[in-house]
Every structure is written in C-alpha cells, then in structure tokens.
C-alpha cells in the first residue's frame, strides 16, 4: 500500500474539486481517504501533553557519571 499526503488549499477552485473528486473515491475498495490534519499519531500526542504537565527534574550532565 502506498500512502500520499496532499496539502489541498480548499478555498481555491481546483482545490475544491480535487477535494471532492477524492472523496468520491472513497467508496472504492482499494482506496481510503482519510482527513487527518495531525502528521502525528494522537496517541502519540496525548501521551506527549500528558508528560508535559507531569513533574520533572533535571539532572546535571556534567555529574551524571559520579
């Protein structure tokens, strides 16, 4: 399986038609159409937020090995 990401300017004409043209694929076996605007895995990202709002400490690299 292949996988193609398009950045589609849907306010332009052509942007809008190629959008729709796609979408009418969609109903084809061998073709899915997926609208994710993420490049991330949103697992990936909660996992990521909810690591940011977690305490943390730093450590000095220079003292790492003593």
């Known amino acids: 399986m292949t996988t193609i990401i398009l950045k589609i300017n849907e306010k332009s004409i052509k ?5 729709n043209f796609l979408k009418s694929l969609n109903n084809e076996p061998y073709i899915q159409v997926s ?11 909660a996992k990521i937020r909810k690591s940011e709002k977690e305490k943390s400490h730093k450590v000095d690299i220079k003292n790492i090995w003593k």
């Open 35 to 45: 609208e994710n605007n993420s490049e991330y895995d949103p697992k990936f990202v």
């Open 15 to 19: 942007g809008k038609s190629l959008l």
